[in-house]
């Protein structure tokens, strides 16, 4: 399934400001048989999370979908991703984020 590439970045953004692992790259097998994301082995970057319940997400940025422009529901403007950049960042704004 393929997510806009606007919506995967901004759950990324989202995560990484609430300080929670994030990885971009390409994810490939090495030759003796592990994953990586980059130049990251999945096994290193995930030994630090030992023990610990957690969510992945996994988005693939490989396939564009075409955007829907929406009307924000309260400014009037269109916008397209899951919310309006207008008011989310007069939100974050007004709550000193």
């Not at 790259?25 to 023990?51: F, I, K, P």
Request: one cysteine or more; a negative charge.
């Amino acid at each position: 399934m393929s997510i806009h590439k606007a919506n995967v970045f901004e759950l990324a953004a989202a995560a990484y400001e609430m300080e929670a692992g994030v990885l971009q790259g390409v994810l490939t097998r090495a030759q003796d048989g592990s994953w990586r994301v980059g130049e990251v082995t999945l096994d290193e970057w995930l030994s630090r999370y030992n023990g610990h319940e957690l969510v992945l997400i996994a988005a693939s940025l490989s396939e564009e979908r075409e955007y829907d422009v929406q009307v924000c529901q309260t400014c009037g403007r269109e916008y397209v991703g899951s919310t309006c950049p207008y008011c989310r960042s007069t939100w974050r704004r007004l709550r000193g984020r």
